[in-house]
């Protein structure tokens, strides 16, 4: 474990491809090679009903592993189930935006999102009314959030350690 000179020491290598979202991460270890970032792999999911966003993202990924997704829209203008939120919250856990501004959703859950450390943006419906405690906790990356019109409560700790969100939301 050395910097990318010392790994890459007397090799033709000038460039090196890294996950996307993660090319400012390299730039220091890597200063003297041009950084590539990784083409964004967008998914879209259409929800057609309550408790159907399993089955949806299963079929939109034909095949590929959810840890694969940078940005996850969810569509579908339905209502999203507790059995939703509980699969949202244990899938999609490396993706750096994830938009649910094409469903609806009452309330960020407490844990929702915490400790999502690759999560840059999330985008929230104007339904959600609350944020639960420790919705987005330990999202040190999270630097763009657009709290809903709607919303009416925010939990404790709901954004601790989320240490590159400006100073106003």
């Not at 469903?103 to 639960?132: M, Q, W, Y």
């Amino acid at each position: 474990s050395g910097t990318a000179a010392q790994i890459f020491e007397g090799s033709a290598i000038s460039s090196i491809k890294v996950p996307y979202g993660c090319e400012n991460a390299y730039r220091a270890w890597a200063e003297d090679y041009k950084i590539v970032p990784a083409d964004e792999k967008v998914l879209t999911v259409a929800v057609t009903s309550p408790g159907d966003l399993e089955a949806a993202s299963v079929r939109a990924l034909s095949g590929q592993s959810d840890k694969d997704v940078d940005t996850l829209v969810v569509t579908g203008n339905v209502k999203l189930s507790e059995a939703d939120m509980t699969y949202l919250q244990n899938h999609f856990l490396r993706a750096t935006t994830i938009d649910l501004s094409g469903v609806t959703v009452d309330k960020c859950r407490a844990h929702s999102f915490e400790n999502r450390t690759a999560l840059k943006k999330i985008v929230l419906p104007d339904s959600v009314s609350t944020i639960g405690d420790s919705a987005f906790r330990g999202c040190s990356n999270l630097s763009e959030i657009i709290l809903p019109k709607g919303l009416e409560l925010i939990g404790n700790l709901a954004f601790n350690g989320c240490s590159s969100l400006p100073s106003e939301l």
